[in-house]
């Protein structure tokens, strides 16, 4: 029996009541007091969403301050691939957003989507980029319409333009989406007047290529911040805060846009004249590749660095399809994507002449008036092994200068003879900066090489598959001496060796940019000077007057009378702008010779060096002089030329 009263009873549950509603109260005055501010940001983060704004990258300008590299803005349609994995009706999709970009201005075949959706250059990661430059209306009807096309989007992105075409594109480079691999390595630059870091998210864009990759870390912008309002389907609605992107660092080059696009079309116009014509001996000229650089001898900056074949870098821009990569690997049977200026690797020939002649003087093997009889042929060894003059001329007795003029064969390989046992040939190479790279201010530089006898028994020891023989011949060194067989450069390493004998001995690392500048709408000193690459001197020659004045004597005569390069400078006026140089013919087993010309001007007052080499072209002076004749046109401001029709030419 309960013995509890009714009023009891009551009061229990009153004070159970109460207690549960001042329980109910205390939780909500701690969520709403004490927690409010954590809880708000969740809320906050619950309907936001920040994004990584990416910044303009900075532009690229010619030493004339002409913009080679500028952005604009443009709009991609991207496809999420994991999630459009999942739909059930992928084809009728892709029919609709083909319609809709049709529609809009952007006319599109399902099948390009469909290819652009699985070109592998892309990452399942990120979305993929099918359409670009799209007009806003596309932009408006997706946003509008995000139910019915599920894992598309729309990116608004910093887009490169290039004023100049293709022009330069071996020395500026393109961009492209960083990878997963890249993006775990990269180290984000500093913004040099905020010092905030330049970080890099899934979908930045990073220099892969030419100076946008050297200088990657100055030419990235700051990226910005928006956060953007969502609904409860995780659709934008609006954007609450945004924090403007800042641009990267402009940079400003030695080059010259004018000088680098004479090079350009004077290089492509004579290799295509060229190719598919006979040299002297009968040889077919496939004339097939070739490269042109331009140095100033006082300081080491890169006028032009010309390449042929060459890519256009406006390719690359929304990506560039696989296809499309493959094709430019194998153009006539070389790559597009090889700046032969920097990366080729070619025997010098008669060019070499200068490093030789510098060793026989320098080491008091013969002074400027010692003569030789020249009668078209050189033996060596036993048995007996005979190198010749181009055509077994015979010149007969000539001294230095006269050799380096008309070039002859026997004179050098007399003193390469003489030179043999020593290393005075390689050392001097040395000197003069072969055998190692330039350290130039662009990736992918090759080194070269100028064997040793020491070399060469490494050679055969790692390679015995490789190499017949590591012995060493006096034939070896003959062969040396007029740059053949033991011995490859780069368009790059002549030039800068021309250089340093032009400015009297010294040698300077080449340098492509030239100066960092703020951008335009800097806050902070717009189009400012940050800093400038000085020159940097890397090693110099001895050419004491006995020694530099009868290279100078017999290099002087080269374009001019009896030279081997005269030819190619008919009607050039010497008198104005006096061009110093020398032919070369390098042999090619099996091909047409590999020309060159290594020079600079004007004369007493050196302020350019000019080296061309071209693949399987023939002699210097009919393929690669003329070249480097309409180059010195522009640089001495005479009268502007075409090319020449392929001849028989001179004999080297």
């Not at 946003?143 to 490169?160: K, L, M, W």
């Not at 030695?254 to 290089?267: C, K």
């Not at 070619?346 to 002649?357: E, R």
């Not at 023989?469 to 033991?486: F, K, P, R």
């Amino acid at each position: 029996m309960d013995t509890a009263s009714p009023r009891t009873r009551m009061s229990l549950v009153g004070v159970v009541v109460i207690g549960c509603f001042m329980a109910l109260f205390a939780r909500l005055w701690y969520l709403q007091v004490m927690e409010a501010p954590r809880l708000q940001v969740q809320a906050i983060a619950n309907r936001t969403r920040v994004v990584a704004v990416e910044a303009p990258r900075g532009r690229i300008l010619d030493v004339n301050g002409k913009v080679l590299v500028d952005n604009r803005t443009s709009l991609a349609v991207t496809i999420d691939r994991a999630a459009f994995k999942k739909l059930p009706d992928q084809a009728d999709l892709v029919n609709r957003l083909a319609d809709v970009l049709t529609r809009y201005g952007t006319p599109t075949k399902v099948s390009s989507l469909e290819k652009r959706y699985a070109d592998v250059q892309f990452n399942d990661l990120y979305p993929v980029p099918v359409a670009t430059d799209v007009s806003e209306e596309v932009q408006w009807y997706l946003a509008e319409h995000a139910d019915d096309f599920p894992t598309v989007g729309v990116e608004r992105r910093s887009t490169r333009v290039y004023p100049y075409g293709a022009a330069a594109g071996n020395v500026l480079g393109y961009v492209g989406r960083i990878t997963a691999e890249k993006l775990k390595v990269a180290e984000p630059g500093i913004d040099p007047d905020s010092g905030a870091v330049k970080s890099y998210q899934s979908d930045s864009t990073i220099g892969l290529a030419g100076v946008e990759s050297t200088y990657e870390k100055d030419l990235r912008g700051t990226p910005g911040v928006e956060m953007i309002e969502v609904d409860s389907k995780n659709r934008p609605v609006g954007t609450s805060a945004y924090q403007a992107p800042k641009p990267g660092t402009d940079i400003q080059l030695h080059i010259d846009i004018d000088v680098q696009m004479r090079a350009e079309q004077s290089l492509q116009d004579k290799l295509l004249r060229l190719r598919g014509t006979n040299q002297r001996d009968g040889t077919l000229r496939n004339a097939t590749a070739g490269s042109v650089v331009v140095m100033d001898p006082q300081t080491g900056g890169v006028v032009a660095l010309a390449t042929y074949p060459t890519y256009d870098p406006r390719e690359f821009v929304n990506g560039i399809s696989q296809e499309r990569y493959d094709q430019l690997t194998d153009v006539d049977g070389v790559s597009a994507l090889i700046d032969r200026s920097i990366s080729g690797q070619y025997a010098p020939g008669s060019t070499f002449k200068l490093v030789t002649a510098t060793a026989a003087l320098s080491n008091g093997l013969i002074t400027g008036g010692t003569s030789y009889n020249d009668q078209g042929v050189y033996t060596v060894g036993n048995p007996a092994q005979e190198f010749t003059n181009a055509g077994s001329v015979r010149n007969g007795t000539i001294s230095l200068p006269t050799a380096l003029t008309i070039s002859s064969d026997v004179y050098f390989y007399w003193l390469g003879d003489r030179m043999d046992g020593s290393k005075l040939i390689q050392d001097t190479a040395a000197a003069y900066g072969f055998d190692k790279r330039t350290g130039i201010d662009l990736p992918n530089e090759s080194s070269g090489y100028v064997l040793t006898p020491e070399e060469k028994k490494a050679l055969k020891d790692k390679y015995p598959d490789s190499y017949s023989d590591g012995t060493w011949y006096t034939g070896d060194n003959v062969q040396l001496a007029v740059g053949q067989n033991v011995i490859v450069v780069t368009p790059l390493q002549l030039a800068r060796a021309y250089a340093a004998f032009a400015n009297g001995g010294t040698l300077y690392t080449p340098h492509v940019v030239w100066r960092l500048l703020r951008p335009k709408n800097s806050e902070v000193d717009p189009g400012g000077v940050i800093s400038v690459i000085e020159p940097v001197v890397t090693g110099t020659v001895e050419l004491p007057p006995d020694v530099r004045d009868p290279i100078v004597a017999g290099l002087s005569r080269v374009t001019t009378g009896l030279g081997t390069g005269s030819s190619a400078f008919i009607g050039f006026d010497q008198q104005a702008f006096p061009v110093v140089g020398k032919t070369g013919t390098a042999q090619v087993e099996g091909k047409a010779d590999t020309s060159l010309f290594a020079s600079y001007g004007p004369g007493l007052f050196p302020r350019y060096a000019v080296t061309a080499v071209m693949e399987e072209s023939g002699f210097g002076a009919e393929a690669s002089g003329e070249v480097v004749r309409h180059v010195y046109e522009i640089l001495a401001g005479q009268t502007i030329t075409d090319a020449a029709p392929a001849s028989s030419g001179s004999s080297d």
